[in-house]
């Protein structure tokens, strides 16, 4: 992992001292010579640590900090004051204000490496401390085999086998989406909503207005059921700092994910536990898991943390068999789900999950074997 750092000074020279000094170290480097500046970048790429002066002509160093500290985007941030001011009074006010660390100029250089490199280490402890949660990805091979239903019953069987624990479902699309109607509750926009213009704060608060509770504890973060592409799509940095916020409060993030591997899917899929795989049992869709597995791969997602689970979505009779699939993949099955479309129809008209319509269907029976399984690898 490569650490980012943003220096913020009005010093031109002062700023490509530090920052050679601290890329031939391997850090990587940005810059600001204004306050206004600084908290932008801060905002905008979420550095590992800042390094800021106090004297700047717009908004000087101590006010930088103190709305680096309001932001929940920017208040964990590592920062060390780098200034010429050098008075106890100072030094009092940059802690005040927010500061990790206060060091004045000059200084010998190694004095400033060895400071950046335990900031970073401490702040590196605290957010292992914090970020328990685990994040669960379910990723279909293709579209229609039934990843979505199939996620959110395992999401709230999650809920039912762990009440003293908090877990969320999330409905991760750009549209399209299907989780508010399958619970029969309607009405909120979800992940839609919370993905704004440049320069919107993403807050806890904002995600929780658009969550759903259902009945069973399960927290819910549906897509817009608007088609995609008259929706605001999802992006990276918008993934990114949504999961910060998931990951921190909440023990299990359960993720509905489309059939691609592009650099969103990534980010989740980097990050994830554990990634269950949904397929269906014929030859083409076989094909189709075999690239899947083999481009995961190439992403550095490994195989241990890989399950796959076959859905039926027609009777078995000419289906390709568990134990040719677990041959074909070298992997045992985690699970199959049965064909049962009276079943699932009557789930949808109702607004009732599967498994909350009959606990204890075969399916059911299933989803809790496969979350089972989950559970023993995390």
Do not use: C
């Not at 927010?98 to 060895?114: C, N, V």
């Not at 549906?222 to 998931?246: K, Y």
């Not at 690239?291 to 997602?301: C, G, I």
């Amino acid at each position: 992992m490569t650490w980012r750092i943003l220096i913020v000074d009005d010093d031109v020279d002062a700023l490509k001292l530090i920052g050679l000094m601290l890329e031939k170290k391997g850090y990587d480097i940005d810059a600001a010579t204004t306050g206004t500046q600084g908290l932008e970048k801060a905002l905008e790429q979420k550095p590992d640590l800042i390094i800021l002066d106090v004297m700047m002509p717009d908004m000087d160093g101590y006010r930088v900090a103190q709305q680096l500290r309001k932001s929940p985007e920017t208040e964990k941030i590592p920062i060390l004051f780098f200034t010429a001011k050098t008075s106890i009074n100072d030094k009092i006010s940059g802690f005040q204000a927010g500061g990790d660390d206060y060091l004045t100029k000059p200084i010998h250089p190694a004095e400033l490496i060895s400071r950046v490199e335990v900031l970073l280490q401490r702040s590196a402890r605290t957010m292992a401390e914090e970020e328990q949660g685990k994040l669960i990805a379910f990723l279909p091979v293709k579209g229609g085999v039934g990843n979505s239903t199939l996620a959110l019953n395992a999401a709230l069987e999650f809920a039912k086998l762990r009440p003293d624990q908090k877990t969320v479902f999330v409905e991760l699309k750009d549209g399209g989406g299907s989780a508010a109607m399958q619970v029969g509750m309607t009405g909120k926009q979800g992940v839609q909503s919370l993905i704004k213009q440049e320069g919107f704060t993403l807050t806890r608060e904002a995600v929780e207005a658009q969550m759903i509770k259902h009945s069973s504890g399960l927290f819910i973060l549906p897509s817009s059921a608007r088609p995609a592409g008259i929706v605001p799509a999802l992006t990276e940095d918008f993934v990114r700092r949504l999961l910060r916020i998931l990951l921190t409060d909440y023990d299990f993030v359960i993720m509905d994910l489309p059939p691609r591997l592009d650099a969103i899917g990534a980010e989740v899929l980097r990050a994830a536990d554990y990634v269950v795989i949904s397929l269906e049992p014929n030859k083409i869709v076989m094909n189709l898991t075999e690239e899947m597995l083999s481009a995961l791969e190439e992403m550095n997602v490994g195989r241990n943390k890989i399950g796959l689970v076959v859905v039926y979505r027609a009777p078995a009779a000419t289906a390709t068999s568990r134990k040719t699939i677990e041959e074909k993949f070298n992997q045992e099955i985690m699970g199959n789900i049965p064909p049962v479309p009276d079943l699932a129809m009557e789930s949808w008209d109702r607004g009732l999950p599967l498994v909350v319509m009959q606990t204890q269907s075969l399916v059911a029976q299933q989803v809790r074997m496969i979350v089972e399984s989950i559970l023993k690898n995390l």
